[in-house]
């Protein structure tokens, strides 16, 4: 498709399970975002990933977040032991990456999750 | 401690008048700042950006006002149309360790009535 796709759009899951959340970006896109939205809140940056570079992993909250980025492309956000303080939308976005010019960043419709 | 501000959870413009929504920083290294537009459901879509080296960017009825001094910048859209009802962010990104992360403000809901 011609946009970032994300998936599941929402997950509802029990407090304690691990939860995998999908991204597929835009082709050619370097650059890949997360963020997640808390209700009422701004956007809150998770990780970022650039090309082959280490991703900058300064805003997971806790252990419990990871993600990878395989080939460049789709990106999986893995939640480990989900709390109620978790819920939120989960937006993935991505840019042509490298410099001030290409970093306006394209989001995808976002995943909504609620932890119970 | 917030880097990007926006002080008005919302504002209420009628249809055909001014929508100025505000924005202040406090990391005076940011030098890119962004503003997006959000509807319900949907993610964020890029509106316009600006460029620390320029004090204002007009694209259509919205322009981008950019104080260096006062770390503010504001979103103006001019005629106000109700498609514009939305909630806007304001990002600012810096050329940290050579990436480009936009953060984020809380956002202003902006509502435009007929």
């Known amino acids: 498709g011609a946009g970032v796709s994300q998936s599941p759009s929402n997950k509802v899951t029990e407090k304690g399970k691990d939860v995998e959340l999908r991204c597929d970006p835009i082709s050619g896109h370097t650059a890949l975002y997360w963020y997640r939205q808390s209700l009422g809140q701004g956007l809150e940056f998770l990780i970022y990933?650039?090309?082959?570079?280490?991703?900058?992993k300064s805003g997971l909250p806790s252990d419990r977040f990871s993600a990878e980025r395989t080939g460049g492309s789709v990106s999986t956000l893995t939640i480990q032991r989900t709390q109620q303080e978790d819920s939120a939308v989960y937006l993935c976005?991505?840019?042509?990456?490298f410099g001030r010019g290409n970093t306006e960043a394209f989001f995808g419709q976002g995943t909504r999750l609620t932890v119970v | 401690d917030q880097q990007v501000k926006q002080n008005s959870p919302s504002l209420s413009v009628q249809e055909g008048r001014i929508s100025i929504l505000n924005c202040d920083y406090t990391n005076s290294m940011f030098d890119y700042f962004l503003w997006y537009k959000k509807y319900p459901a949907e993610g964020p879509t890029f509106l316009i950006s600006i460029s620390s080296i320029k004090d204002k960017n007009e694209d259509g009825r919205f322009t981008v006002f950019l104080n260096k001094s006062a770390k503010h910048l504001s979103l103006h859209i001019v005629p106000s149309q109700p498609g514009d009802s939305a909630v806007y962010f304001c990002a600012a990104s810096s050329a940290s360790g050579g990436s480009y992360i936009p953060t984020f403000g809380r956002g202003t809901s902006l509502i435009v009535h007929p």
């Open positions: 990933f650039q090309g082959n570079s280490a991703p900058d």
């Open positions: 976005a991505s840019s042509l990456g």
